[in-house]
T-cell receptor, first 113, second 111 residues
Framework: NAGVTQTPKFQVLKTGQSMTLQCAQDMNHEYMSWYRQDPGMGLRLIHYSVGAGITDQGEVPNGYNVSRSTTEDFPLRLLSAAPSQTSVYFC????????????FGSGTRLTVV | GENVEQHPSTLSVQEGDSAVIKCTYSDSASNYFPWYKQELGKRPQLIIDIRSNVGEKKDQRIAVTLNKTAKHFSLHITETQPEDSAVYFCALDTGRRALTFGSGTRLQVQP
């Protein structure tokens, strides 16, 4: 039981490049969400999903796309990376049977130069 | 969207003293209130949580209180130890099953 797995752990991108941050969970959780954490700040919600095929925007969705084709996976796409997207990205999941407890991945540290 | 205000931003206490961190919110639909501890370079770690139908919850040296009327909730750490030094975040869920976080409190416990 791996919980929430995020890949890669570290990534350096050039401005304008695209990439996908992967997030997978093996707990059959219905709900998944993406957050970014800038230095010295709290986590901010980017996008979230309440089930396969259903996604919605959080507080800071601009520049990011998501999809949820399966219950297990919730990838985050950066279409054209900008230096302002340099941050640590966390994925989390929770389920109806988990009494609201959220499981976080270990994070992806992204630097855009 | 929902806004969560967290105070203080930094807190320094002597070992053995108590520490209190407070968060206020505006959305009355908020129904789940977790507190996380984050060490440098690590993911947030849940230390205690409370649901909207409970006013207080305690786990050894850590307690959380919730005042739904006044829309605030607080983290209380008693008998602080140097290993309690970290950044603490409050958060809440308004029912959409995603979290809104406070801005964090850097707690320093002086030996």
């Amino acid at each position: 039981n791996a919980g929430v797995t995020q890949t890669p752990k570290f990534q350096v991108l050039k401005t304008g490049q695209s990439m996908t941050l992967q997030c997978a969970q093996d707990m059959n959780h219905e709900y998944m969400s993406w957050y970014r954490q800038d230095p010295g700040m709290g986590l901010r919600l980017i996008h979230y999903s309440v089930g396969a095929g259903i996604t919605d925007q959080g507080e800071v969705p601009n520049g990011y796309n998501v999809s949820r084709s399966t219950t297990e996976d919730f990838p985050l796409r950066l279409l054209s990376a900008a230096p302002s997207q340099t941050s640590v990205y966390f994925c989390a999941s929770t389920g109806l049977g988990s009494h609201y407890g959220y499981t976080f991945g270990s994070g992806t540290r992204l630097t855009v130069v | 969207g929902e806004n969560v205000e967290q105070h203080p931003s930094t807190l320094s206490v002597q070992e053995g003293d108590s520490a209190v961190i407070k968060c206020t919110y505006s959305d009355s639909a908020s129904n789940y209130f977790p507190w996380y501890k984050q060490e440098l370079g690590k993911r947030p770690q849940l230390i205690i949580d409370i649901r909207s139908n409970v006013g207080e919850k305690k786990d050894q040296r850590i307690a959380v209180t919730l005042n739904k009327t006044a829309k605030h909730f607080s983290l209380h750490i008693t008998e602080t130890q140097p290993e309690d030094s970290a950044v603490y975040f409050c958060a809440l869920d308004t029912g959409r099953r995603a979290l809104t976080f406070g801005s964090g409190t850097r707690l320093q416990v002086q030996p």
